[in-house]
Nanobody, 123 residues
Framework: VQLQASGGGLVQAGGSLRLSCAGS????????LGWFRQAPGKEREFVAG????????YYADSVKGRFAVSRDNAKNTAYLRMNNLKPDDTAVYYC?????????????????WGQGTLVTVSS
């Protein structure tokens, strides 16, 4: 599956953004999807994940209560809604597909990665 993330941009602290992850046709709905981010000089870290049918979601502690992950398999698209953004959220955000269908916070479990989209949060 090929993935393409979009929706990044510059936003002030406290603002919101919605990222999208568009997948190629079949078998998009067969994969769990994850969102990861990488800030300058830091390692890539898990942000949020959603199972193949959207019934299970999970988040990094740093974004719980602020971010929401969802998916629309009919549109081959996943979303990451980010509210109350903080300067520490500044990073390149990536979406990835995990054939295990339930997903994992471990980036090594993901076989397919989209290009990143840059999110910059100003203070």
């Amino acid at each position: 599956v090929q993935l393409q993330a979009s929706g990044g941009g510059l936003v002030q602290a406290g603002g919101s953004l919605r990222l999208s992850c568009a997948g190629s046709d079949h078998p998009f709905s067969s994969y769990a999807l994850g969102w990861f981010r990488q800030a300058p000089g830091k390692e890539r870290e898990f942000v949020a994940g959603i199972s193949w049918a959207g019934l299970s979601t999970y988040y990094a502690d740093s974004v719980k209560g602020r971010f929401a992950v969802s998916r629309d398999n009919a549109k081959n698209t996943a979303y990451l809604r980010m509210n109350n953004l903080k300067p520490d959220d500044t990073a390149v955000y990536y979406c990835a597909a995990d054939p295990s269908r339930e997903g994992s916070p471990d980036p090594d479990e993901y076989d397919y990665w989209g290009q990143g989209t840059l999110v910059t949060v100003s203070s």
